[in-house]
T-cell receptor, first 112, second 112 residues
Framework: GESVGLHLPTLSVQEGDNSIINCAYS??????FIWYKQESGKGPQFIID?????DKRQGQRVTVLLNKTVKHLSLQIAATQPGDSAVYFC???????????FGKGTRLHILP | DAGITQSPRHKVTETGTPVTLRCHQT?????MYWYRQDPGHGLRLIHY???????DKGEVSDGYSVSRSKTEDFLLTLESATSSQTSVYFC???????????FGDGTRLSIL
């Protein structure tokens, strides 16, 4: 598969532990946020989203936390599995904009 | 992958030649996007379309043109390819602007 980013920050986590991936977003006018997962050789895949009127949203094994005061977003993955190994991107959508602003991504590496 | 097909999946060509990449969707979504993904830069928007024959530039549009004559097809053309356009190209679709985008699996383009 392609190299998504040779200089991406990397998070190494033991299999079975929880993972926390952080993201600082740039635009205080952004009111909608998305996390994507990109596996090697594939396109980004939607994981979970959150609107700015919420500070927490839970999915299956994933939780997104939003702190608007410091413009910070995090993705928590419970009981990390080998299949979670990927690059994770946060994305923000400014209010009334057609376009998404993507972060550069974090590579999650699972240790056996 | 949300009914998105990119073709070709891989292409090697020479500097100065024209190249056209195709994105085909079966979701009847209004919006379609072309991105390039490079190490250290993440996903960067090239052009997008908000309807048949309606297109607009993204942040890295120089050297690229697009066309959308049908809802389901969005073409990206490099009129005279340069080595700096070697990249992985992703097509994405969304029902409306400001909504989550769903991605194809990419085209790896190498320009020698």
């Amino acid at each position: 598969g392609e190299s998504v980013g040779l200089h991406l920050p990397t998070l190494s986590v033991q299999e079975g532990d929880n993972s926390i991936i952080n993201c600082a977003y740039s635009n205080s006018a952004s009111d909608y946020f998305i996390w994507y997962k990109q596996e090697s050789g594939k396109g980004p895949q939607f994981i979970i989203d959150i609107r700015s009127n919420m500070d927490k949203r839970q999915g299956q094994r994933v939780t997104v936390l939003l702190n608007k005061t410091v413009k910070h977003l995090s993705l928590q993955i419970a009981a990390t599995q080998p299949g979670d190994s990927a690059v994770y991107f946060c994305a923000e959508i400014p209010n009334r904009d057609d376009k998404i602003i993507f972060g550069k991504g974090t590579r999650l590496h699972i240790l056996p | 992958d949300a009914g998105i097909t990119q073709s070709p999946r891989h292409k090697v060509t020479e500097t100065g030649t024209p190249v056209t990449l195709r994105c085909h969707q079966t979701e009847n979504h209004r919006y379609m996007y072309w991105y390039r993904q490079d190490p250290g830069h993440g996903l960067r928007l090239i052009h997008y379309s908000y309807g048949v024959k309606d297109t607009d530039k993204g942040e890295v549009s120089d050297g690229y043109s697009v066309s959308r004559s049908k809802t389901e097809d969005f073409l990206l053309t490099l009129e005279s390819a340069t080595s700096s356009q070697t990249s992985v190209y992703f097509c994405a679709i969304s029902e409306q602007g400001g909504q989550p985008q769903h991605f194809g699996d990419g085209t790896r383009l190498s320009i020698l």
